[in-house]
């Protein structure tokens, strides 16, 4: 079962715009990870942020947490083409493994 | 390049028929873990093994196995395959047992006609 649901499921955005990709989860964590997908291929991990944080910067992504509401966000900044692909957060708690959600596909218009 | 690779790139076989799948984790990881992806049921964890033993189990039919090896690598097999079968396979370690950062393979993905 998914643990983490994206909002949107697809994002359009024109270069230089912002993006922003919003997780719901439902159980207690220990971090929150973002990962992202180009097509077809691997997944890549972003960034993590910890149940003890409320926000974590790594270049031109910013990730909020609340823990209250069980939720993150991941902003993308002046967005690039290149930033097309899938993203995608995963719970963590204590030795189990990663849930992924479906994901969110963002399409960076040049 | 993650460090984690996988082979093959692509399988192609018939609904019955058995297939392996292979990763080697980075250098240095214990833990690998493999995970199927599908259009309908995203991203789906499987199984995990820590250094050799299994550690966690996930949506994993009873048709598949894995195991992973005294060098760490690992192999995931897939018997009696149906259609329903075809979807990317992943392999991902990482360095602890725990839910940390996950360094995933390129994946194989797997077409059953």
């Known amino acids: 079962s998914q643990q983490g649901e994206e909002d949107p499921q697809a994002l359009s955005i024109q270069e230089g715009e912002n993006a922003t990709m919003n997780c719901s989860y439902k159980t207690s964590i220990n971090n929150l990870q973002w990962y992202r997908q180009n097509s077809g291929r691997g997944l890549v991990h972003l960034i993590l942020i910890r149940s003890n944080e409320r926000e974590k910067h790594s270049g031109r992504l910013r990730v909020t947490l609340d823990t209250s509401k069980k939720s993150s966000s991941l902003l993308i900044t002046a967005s690039r083409a290149a930033d097309t692909a899938s993203y995608f957060c995963a719970t963590g708690a204590g030795s189990y493994q990663l849930t992924f959600g479906k994901g969110t596909k963002l399409s960076v218009i040049p | 390049d993650s460090g984690v690779t996988q082979t093959p790139k692509h399988l192609i076989t018939a609904t019955g028929q058995r297939v392996t799948l292979r990763c080697s984790p980075r250098?240095?990881?214990?833990?690998v873990y493999w995970y199927q992806q599908s259009l309908d049921q995203g991203l789906q964890f499987l199984i995990q093994y820590y250094n050799g033993e299994e550690r966690a189990k996930g949506n994993i039919l009873e048709r598949f196995s894995a195991q992973q090896f005294p060098d760490l690598h690992s192999e995931l097999n897939l018997s009696s395959l149906e259609l329903g079968d075809s979807a990317l396979y992943f392999c991902?370690?990482?360095?602890?047992?725990?839910?940390?950062?996950?360094?995933f393979g390129p994946g194989t993905r797997l077409t059953v006609l």
């Open positions: 250098s240095g990881d214990l833990s």
């Open positions: 991902a370690s990482s360095g602890t047992s725990g839910s940390e950062v996950l360094f």
